[in-house]
């Protein structure tokens, strides 16, 4: 898959509603965080047990130098093997730009994620509450990042769902900036300022309604670093502990 330079896609051009700069030290702000916690597999046979402890220490979570870093270690908990941090925005959006500066880890096993569900998860459940992937990679396919949208009938239960992937080099070698374009009918996924792909209501089928497109409604972001399951795959733990790095994440409305 080949990515395409974008037209005029400034953020300036929209307006910023809200923002995490990662520039104070400790725990995640808890005024816009929440650290998930549970050892359940997470439906995805995750090796890791996501705790909420942050801000120093042994902790999973923690801003430091600019920077929040996620990190997954070897250690007894809950039961399991290795902790990590599972984190999701108190504030939710409908439309508009989201960006994120992040650092990937490298080596098998690591799964990080950047992505979003919708609000009516909690009454609807997943996948009709709708899924969106602004970026996924898993370390023993280095440098491939996946990008992929969920719904009720376009899912990776029933193989339908939308997906691509990119051969992107340098992803855990440096920050880049993963950002969702996101239209009433249209979300578009960037790398750098250049598109990787772009979906439409109707991809998929003929289908535009809200089994197939539940995506004109307010969503919640999260970001996460998995370890194993079906993705991440056999652990190389002997690499450990591994983080995530984000420098800053940013929304942008119009209007």
């Known amino acids: ?87 999701h925005s108190l504030a939710s959006w409908k439309y508009g730009r989201l960006d994120v500066s992040a650092k990937l880890p490298s080596g098998n096993g690591t799964w990080p994620a950047i992505w979003m569900l919708g609000d009516a998860y909690r009454e609807v459940d997943w996948p009709a509450c709708g899924e969106i992937d602004v970026m996924e990679h898993v370390g023993r396919r280095q440098n491939i990042l996946g990008f992929s949208l969920h719904s009720k009938l376009h899912n990776h239960r029933n193989k339908s769902y939308l997906t691509q992937s990119l051969l992107y080099p340098g992803v855990s070698d440096g920050f880049h900036v993963y950002t969702l374009d996101w239209e009433e009918d249209r979300i578009s996924i960037l790398i750098d300022g250049m598109k990787a792909v772009e979906w439409r209501n109707g991809d998929g089928g003929r289908d535009t309604g809200p089994d197939a497109w539940p995506f004109n409604a307010p969503f919640f972001l999260i970001l996460n670093l998995a370890y194993g399951g079906v993705l991440g795959g056999p652990p190389d733990e002997n690499r450990l502990p591994l983080s995530m790095e984000i420098e800053y994440v940013r929304v942008y409305q119009r209007g």
């Open 1 to 87: 898959m080949n990515i395409e330079k974008t037209g005029d896609m400034e953020p300036m051009k929209l307006s910023p509603v809200w923002a995490d700069e990662f520039n104070y030290e400790g725990p995640p702000d808890p005024a816009k965080w929440v650290l998930e916690s549970g050892g359940h597999g997470w439906g995805n046979r995750e090796l890791q047990y996501y705790t909420d402890r942050a801000g120093a220490g042994d902790a999973n979570a923690y801003v430091k130098g600019g920077k929040l870093i996620i990190t997954v270690r070897r250690e007894d908990f809950g039961g399991l093997k290795y902790t990590s941090a599972r984190m």
